[in-house]
């Protein structure tokens, strides 16, 4: 105990030293004036600031971890009530100092004051618009535990609303301020005194402000929550479990979380809110036990009837962090957010889109109403913001064509605002997604070519391979692109390059030169097709399909499996008929025939991954697979393979034969496909 006296007397005169060194306090409002110039440079940089500030003697028996006094594993625990020591200090002190406020779309906290307005202090410190100016009332006025604990937390309120330029500046200040070091040191001394909403938020303002974990400070509060940690109602539950979520984990973070986890279990029935319950989910993150992730889905499904549209938000997102892909949850968010959708800010957009396609939800209707909502509102979008939108829309493989058709106009309109790297994002969007602008095909082309020929002499031979790649896939040949990236420096480079992307680039290499060949005004249809059978063995998944065929035509000769073709095409079935596409013509017997006198059908049973999200229209790829068998003689006819698989057996001989006899067959892609709703 004497070590530890001296230790803190120690500390104490290092503060004096350091506090004669500051510069010396200069008033608010001229404080709020001062035109900073120069390079940022981190207080936490200051010899002097750290050595006072980072005092992590925290070896040996003094570093404890869940405290003896409270046991957090107890099945029948419940919030004690709190009896705040300070008001021996200062009667005139309100009795509950902070409470939780909803601030933002984060989910981030912040402390209001409710406090008692007859006081001096607290009228003041309502009045302070900067973090400084807090800090100066400190200085000033603070006499109690009270005080300390509602300026940190106003200075953490006001400096969470200043833009990011200003932070850095504020921060400089905040940690600068002999005010700043004064507060922390009556934390530190004070923490086991502090109400339990008072220590949560203090803790919160600390870490947030960016005090470092390894500090005195934050340690000796984070034990302090260890040792309160059944006292916590659920809104200070909910800021704890926030504040952690921003720590890296040490000793004392992992046993407060471990701790925090078992009540949070023990709480959730009592649980009603569902801005808390999300906060949970959000900070439990993916580490949480699959048991746990169900209980809390189940807390907020029996409150999802009292959702509104920013909590639909926040659910969507820490769902994500969670890792956990609940539908239920997700479909009741997407309603709300289709409702809402207006009110929804561009980065809101943005994120509801990444969510989706981290958790691998795909909701249609959701999709559909975000797409429209800004090919509607697209006036007011700048170009690039409508760029992230395609490119978003184009990792989930979501078509949004009347949007992708108004931002193809734009382009032929004003092609000057295409960088590279914009244009290699329209590039990939527009050929993965297999959308070509009506009536103004040619016209959008040329116009992208003539952007990319503008970047030749600077473009890497990676990306001149993905644009002239995006270009082929659409069935338009860049000339002069293509004979930049087949020189034979470029292409040995591409070839000779080591990694993880190679085969990718060869693939993509060997379809360029293919769309060369097919593409081409000079290609003609071969008279013959020259075919081999790879192997008799059919795989698993068209098993269904072969015995289909068999049934429906009475003898495996009456068709070809596993057919590959040139320019490394496969097809999974082939099928031979008579000009007039009324009988099926045995395979030996039609070796003699040329290709004018029969129809040859293509089978190609494709994954739902294939298409475009909500149909079967082609993505990019198959959509060129596709034209190249019509350039080669054949009639493709595409089965959507999950859709199949789930057909009866007589179902799926009534759908073969209606594909095979029927010339004016219903196209598959006219097929409406089931998202998660």
């Known amino acids: 105990m004497n070590n530890k006296i001296s230790y803190l007397l120690a500390t104490v005169r290092g503060m004096h030293r350091c506090n004669s060194v500051l510069t010396p306090k200069s008033s608010a409002i001229t404080r709020k004036h001062i035109l900073w110039i120069g390079r940022y440079k981190d207080p936490l940089e200051n010899v002097n600031f750290r050595k006072l500030f980072l005092n992590i003697c925290l070896q040996g028996s003094s570093l404890r971890f869940l405290s003896q006094k409270t046991d957090v594993f107890s099945a029948g625990a419940k919030v004690q009530p709190e009896k705040s020591t300070e008001a021996l200090v200062s009667e005139q002190a309100p009795q509950s100092s902070l409470e939780l406020e909803k601030l933002d779309d984060s989910g981030s906290f912040q402390a209001r004051h409710v406090i008692d307005r007859s006081e001096p202090f607290f009228t003041s410190l309502q009045k302070c618009t900067c973090p400084c100016d807090v800090l100066d009332l400190a200085s000033e006025s603070a006499v109690s535990i009270k005080h300390f604990t509602n300026c940190l937390t106003t200075v953490w309120r006001l400096f969470k609303n200043l833009s990011e330029d200003q932070q850095r500046y504020e921060k400089q200040l905040i940690f600068e301020h002999p005010a700043f070091v004064k507060l922390c040191q009556q934390l530190l001394r004070d923490s086991r005194r502090m109400t339990r909403g008072d220590l949560v938020f203090s803790l919160h303002a600390v870490v947030n402000l960016g005090v470092p974990q390894n500090t005195l400070l934050v340690q000796t509060m984070v034990r302090v929550c260890q040792e309160k940690l059944n006292q916590l109602d659920n809104r200070c539950i909910s800021v704890l479990a926030t504040t952690l979520a921003g720590l890296d984990k040490d000793k004392n973070v992992s046993a407060l979380r471990a701790g925090l986890q078992l009540l949070?279990?023990?709480?959730?029935?009592?649980?009603?809110?569902?801005?808390?319950?999300?906060?949970?989910?959000?900070?439990?993150?993916?580490?949480?036990?699959?048991?746990?992730?169900?209980?809390?889905?189940?807390?907020?499904?029996?409150?999802?009837?009292?959702?509104?549209?920013?909590?639909?938000?926040?659910?969507?997102?820490?769902?994500?962090?969670?890792?956990?892909?609940?539908i239920p949850i997700l479909n009741a968010c997407s309603k709300k957010i289709q409702e809402n959708v207006q009110d929804a800010q561009f980065r809101q957009l943005i994120l509801i889109l990444e969510a989706c396609y981290n958790l691998q939800y795909r909701n249609v209707k959701l999709f559909s109403a975000l797409a429209d909502y800004v090919n509607s509102t697209a006036c007011l979008w700048d170009k690039r913001q409508i760029i992230l939108f395609l490119s978003a829309f184009e990792t989930l493989g979501f078509q949004p064509s009347e949007l992708m058709g108004f931002f193809a106009e734009k382009v032929i309109e004003d092609p000057e605002f295409l960088n590279l790297k914009n244009l290699l994002i329209v590039l990939r969007a527009y050929s993965r997604l297999n959308?070509?602008?009506?009536?103004?095909?040619?016209?959008?082309?040329?116009t992208l070519h003539s952007c990319l020929n503008k970047y030749l002499p600077q473009i890497p031979n990676t990306e001149l391979l993905k644009a002239v790649y995006a270009l082929c896939i659409l069935g338009y040949l860049p000339h002069r692109a293509i004979d930049e990236l087949l020189q034979k420096d470029s292409r040995d480079e591409l070839l000779l390059s080591d990694g993880l992307y190679k085969e990718q680039k060869e693939m993509m290499l060997r379809c360029v030169k293919a769309c060369m060949e097919l593409d081409s005004p000079s290609f003609t249809k071969p008279a013959f097709v020259l075919t081999e059978n790879l192997s008799s063995l059919v795989s698993l998944n068209l098993r269904k399909a072969r015995e289909a065929l068999i049934e429906l035509l009475g003898d495996e000769n009456m068709f070809r499996q596993n057919v590959q073709l040139p320019y490394k095409y496969h097809i999974d079935f082939e099928i031979v008929m008579d000009s007039e596409r009324k009988k099926v013509l045995p395979i030996a017997a039609t070796d003699d025939h040329t290709d004018s006198s029969v129809q040859r059908l293509a089978f190609l049973f494709v994954p739902l991954a294939a298409f475009c999200v909500g149909t079967t229209h082609p993505q990019g790829k198959l959509g060129m697979k596709k034209r190249h068998l019509n350039k080669l003689g054949y009639h493709v006819i595409?089965?959507?393979?999950?859709?199949f698989q789930e057909m009866t057996n007589e179902d799926?001989?009534?759908?073969?034969?209606?594909?095979?006899?029927?010339?004016?067959?219903?196209?598959?892609?006219?097929?409406?496909?089931q998202d998660n709703n």
């Open 264 to 326: 949070v279990e023990q709480r959730l029935p009592s649980i009603r809110d569902i801005f808390i319950l999300q906060n949970l989910m959000k900070c439990m993150g993916e580490d949480a036990p699959v048991f746990l992730k169900k209980k809390l889905e189940i807390a907020v499904l029996k409150e999802i009837d009292h959702l509104t549209f920013q909590n639909a938000l926040r659910l969507f997102f820490a769902l994500v962090a969670m890792n956990y892909c609940s």
């Open 435 to 446: 959308y070509v602008p009506r009536g103004q095909k040619h016209l959008f082309f040329e």
């Open 638 to 643: 595409l089965v959507l393979n999950k859709k």
């Open 652 to 673: 799926a001989v009534e759908f073969l034969k209606g594909k095979i006899y029927s010339e004016n067959a219903l196209p598959f892609s006219e097929v409406t496909v």
